[in-house]
């Protein structure tokens, strides 16, 4: 797993070479600061210090985030055969993998009681992102605006901004219940279970 999450990082790093190397990197474009940008720093904590947090994190934000950017990528501008495309697709497919094999390999299952936490840190991120924003006048976490041929593009034309961002912590709460609920159940299931062995034998 360490050889994984580094391999995001220095696949994050040559973007920012490759971008460099051409005369087009670019402060209020690509900077880590979209939630998978943040991932894979994320991601590295929570191989390297083994605190719970990070893995819900990873697993709550990383996983559906970096499928939904795989679905729907955001345009780029550059061909479809470019580093930079080429680039984002793995990356994001590297940061959905890692909570997946910990979830399906390590025997990780997400706790309830820590999408409260995770609640929070995604604040944290939004909030470090508007301040970035407002300063370079970026549009990190897609936040200002939303960007075209994406679901956030419907919830626009739906509510308006920032009308939008409120809906899209909604459907983030939406989506945490039915990657989170159902693991819950089982594990209470399974504590029932073993209860009902206790008092049988």
Not at 38 to 52: D, G, H, N, P, T
Not at 90 to 115: E, T
Request: net charge positive; hydrophobic share 55%.
């Amino acid at each position: 797993m360490k050889i994984l999450v580094i391999t995001i990082l220095l696949l994050e790093v040559a973007r920012a070479i490759w971008a460099i190397s051409i005369g087009r990197y670019e402060l209020d474009r690509m900077l880590p600061l979209h939630l998978c940008g943040l991932m894979i720093f994320v991601e590295l904590m929570a191989v390297f210090s083994k605190k719970r947090i990070f893995k819900e994190l990873a697993y709550c934000i990383g996983l559906p985030g970096s499928f939904m950017a795989l679905v729907t990528p955001e345009p780029s501008g550059y061909p479809l055969l470019s580093f930079q495309y080429m680039q984002s697709i793995v990356i994001h497919m590297l940061i959905a993998l890692v909570p997946f094999l910990w979830v399906f390999a390590d025997g990780f299952r997400p706790n309830i009681r820590y999408l409260p936490k995770c609640f929070i840190w995604l604040c944290s991120f939004t909030a470090v992102a508007a301040g970035v924003n407002l300063i370079l006048g970026s549009n990190y976490m897609f936040i200002c605006q939303a960007p075209g041929q994406t679901p956030i593009e419907l919830f626009d034309r739906w509510v308006g901004h920032p009308g939008y961002v409120g809906l899209l912590l909604l459907t983030v709460v939406v989506v945490w219940i039915v990657m989170v609920v159902p693991w819950e159940l089982a594990r209470r299931k399974k504590i029932k279970e073993a209860h009902g062995i206790e008092v049988s034998g």
